[in-house]
């Protein structure tokens, strides 16, 4: 009998893609790492045939969504399941926001975002959550490689591969709400802040994440389970730790948490006299996001209600489209758009990461959602794409008065669609349009 009993795991490590750009050997090297670690008796416990390793390119999108059935399909209520992603994170065509599996492709420059459907895009994986019945679910992202630290060194030795573009982008506030709202008992440690990066140096064995990582599961062999809190505070002190002696400035892993997740176990053994008392609540001096309950309730299957503050406008139609307006939503927080079934869309916000300023950027993203358009008139919406692609490539060969025309034109249309979900678009087309 495995040691810890109740663990169920999935790590994913993509270090090497179709296009070498992309390639980071150290992120197969941390899952690998990681997945001895899970399935040492001494060190996770985990029982090795309840514990699935996927790396490089035969982690493909197909590949992780299957594994993760099979992650579904081994758990049940008392399971705990933990689920890892090492890899690149970024902006899709679509909008969304992307982890790059082993097949993810690149547009060309200078847009370069992931092409969609190529990679595991975050409403992917939150359908894949939902499916899984354990009550306590832990997912591990260290999905932002963009920060290598090598022998041609910029601003405080710092030398980005992708920072004026979408790729090495973190998982946005947005995305780990959504991913909270699958189910009861969801916790989520990134390796940095949504405005960070994750950084590595190349001719060391781990990222800096990783590598504390397998230091805090070493590190307490023997001692009994390893909670959650635990975990995550040893996480940010070691991280924020050395990233601020060896890189000037600290890198600070985040937690977020669904309102009452915890405590739960993640790894270890548990003593012969019992698991001994694991901490009730997350560290208070660190990034720790905890997230309403009333903030999901709308989101997860089977919600029954929506909760608006007083003289809120509140529409709903037959296209099953729920329109907040400008209203300040549960509790005094907003959520971003939702994708995947109905289409819940609430004030200003939306699933669409914070967009670049270069428009040349942004219009390729609001292009492709006003093309993934339902219930509306399918002519104009094609229309307005055309005239969106149009200004695109005015923008190209830098003729701004023919690309504020066309954008123009495809404002018109879209204007006339009376559309909430084309609505939060042609807010987006309108600020661009005023920059160009």
Not at 135 to 143: D, E, K, P, S, T
Not at 405 to 411: N, V
Request: aromatic share 4%; proline share 6%; with cysteine.
């Amino acid at each position: 009998m495995a040691a810890f009993e109740r663990g169920r795991a999935l790590v994913v490590g993509v270090g090497a893609y179709g296009d070498p750009r992309w390639d980071v050997p150290l992120a197969g090297r941390d899952a690998r790492a990681l997945h001895a670690a899970l399935i040492d008796p001494e060190v996770g416990g985990y029982d090795p045939g309840r514990t699935e390793l996927l790396l490089d390119q035969t982690a493909t999108r197909a590949e992780v969504l299957l594994a993760l059935r099979r992650l579904a399909d081994r758990c049940d209520a008392e399971s705990v399941a933990l689920v890892s992603f090492t890899c690149h994170g970024a902006v899709g065509t679509d909008g969304l926001y992307y982890l790059a599996t082993g097949d993810a492709r690149l547009t060309p420059a200078p847009d370069e975002r992931v092409a969609q459907g190529s990679g595991l895009s975050v409403a992917d994986l939150a359908r894949a959550l939902r499916d899984i019945p354990a009550r306590q679910v832990l997912l591990i992202v260290n999905a932002c490689f963009a920060g290598h630290l090598g022998a041609t060194l910029g601003v405080n030795g710092i030398a980005p591969e992708f920072a004026d573009r979408g790729v090495g982008q973190m998982l946005p506030d947005e995305s780990g709400t959504e991913l909270l709202a699958t189910g009861e008992g969801r916790a989520i440690i990134t390796a940095a802040r949504q405005n960070q990066r994750s950084y590595f140096k190349a001719d060391e064995a781990h990222s800096y994440f990783g590598q504390a990582l397998l230091d805090t599961l070493r590190g307490g062999a023997g001692a009994g389970a390893l909670g959650l809190y635990e975990l995550y505070t040893s996480l940010y002190r070691q991280v924020t730790s050395v990233t601020t002696r060896r890189l000037g400035h600290a890198q600070e892993p985040v937690l977020t948490v669904l309102q009452n997740a915890g405590p739960f176990p993640v790894a270890r053994p548990a003593r012969a006299h019992g698991e001994g008392p694991l901490s009730p609540t997350p560290p208070p001096t660190a990034a720790v996001r905890e997230v309403p309950h009333d903030i999901v309730a709308a989101l997860g299957t089977g919600a029954t209600a929506i909760k608006a503050d007083p003289g809120s406008r509140v529409t709903v139609d037959n296209r099953k489209l729920i329109d907040f307006g400008n209203a300040t939503v549960m509790g005094g927080v907003t959520i971003g758009q939702v994708a995947g079934g109905d289409i819940i869309n609430v004030g200003e916000r939306d699933n669409t990461p914070d967009l670049p300023p270069d428009p040349r950027q942004q219009l390729p993203i609001l292009r492709a959602r006003v093309e993934a358009a339902r219930h509306v008139d399918e002519g104009d919406r094609d229309e307005a794409a055309a005239k969106l692609g149009l200004a695109e490539k005015a923008l190209a060969r830098g003729d701004s008065a023919r690309a504020r025309r066309s954008l123009d034109e495809a404002l018109t249309l879209l204007r006339a669609m009376n559309n909430g979900y084309i609505t939060s678009i042609v807010r987006k087309l309108e600020a661009l349009a005023a920059r160009i």
